[in-house]
Each structure stands twice: as structure tokens, then as C-alpha cells.
């Protein structure tokens, strides 16, 4: 486990790819945020996270090995609750947070960024 990237996994590097292209600007891994943001656009507070299939349980790929199950079951539990610790620290900050699946179009979840981050920006609704 130790030999996973925590940071700019290929999903992650797509959409800043994508959201750079369009002209936005941001930051990767802010250290100053609790659970620190894949991507947090300061100005507006929005945190972004692209979460992995298999570490945060996507209901759709996440699967459990089938070698020590009760200790997967355990630890892949304890990472969705620290995600919504994180999310609930950041709310408590005023930021509006977001959550993607690695297996989401790059494409789909940039204009869903865009979109967000031009509400907040301009005032419509987020």
C-alpha cells in the first residue's frame, strides 16, 4: 500500500488537464485543507476530490478481496468515514465540496467543475 500514489493518479491529472485547458486555475493537494483537496479552487472554496473505485467503495466497481475480508471490509469502511469527516470539516470552513469516481468521463466532471465554480463565482446558485 505504501507504493499507491496519493496524488496525481492518471483520473486526477485528466480533469486538471481538462479544467486547465478551459482556463481555470487552482491548486493540487492544498495543504491547508482538511483531507487536503485534490483540486480546491481558493477564491470560490470548492474542494474537489476524484476518488478511487477500490479505497472509497465505489458502488459500482468497488469490490472487497477475497483474502482477509473482515480486515478489507474494515479498512475500506474507515476511509469512506474519513471522507465524510473531511467533507464535514471542510463544510464547517464554508467550502463547498465535490466527489468523482476515477471512472467518470475527465470531460463530464470538468463541465460539472466549470459549472459549479461559474455559480459560485457569479453568484447563481452551487
Request: hydrophobic share 35%; net charge positive.
Amino acid at each position: 500500500m505504501k507504493r499507491m500514489p496519493r496524488a496525481s493518479t492518471k483520473p486526477e491529472v485528466a480533469v486538471r488537464r481538462e479544467l486547465h485547458r478551459r482556463g481555470l486555475r487552482y491548486r493540487t493537494n492544498h495543504p491547508g485543507l482538511p483531507g487536503r483537496p485534490d483540486i480546491a479552487f481558493t477564491k470560490v472554496r470548492l474542494a474537489v476530490f476524484v476518488d478511487g473505485c477500490f479505497w472509497h467503495r465505489c458502488p459500482e466497481h468497488g469490490v472487497l478481496p477475497k483474502n482477509n475480508r473482515e480486515w478489507w471490509q474494515a479498512k475500506l469502511q474507515r476511509n469512506v468515514e474519513r471522507d465524510r469527516e473531511k467533507d464535514a470539516a471542510l463544510v464547517a470552513l464554508n467550502w463547498h465540496v465535490c466527489h468523482f469516481w476515477e471512472h467518470e468521463n475527465p470531460e463530464r466532471v470538468a463541465d460539472e467543475i466549470s459549472r459549479l465554480w461559474r455559480a459560485l463565482r457569479y453568484g447563481g446558485s452551487a
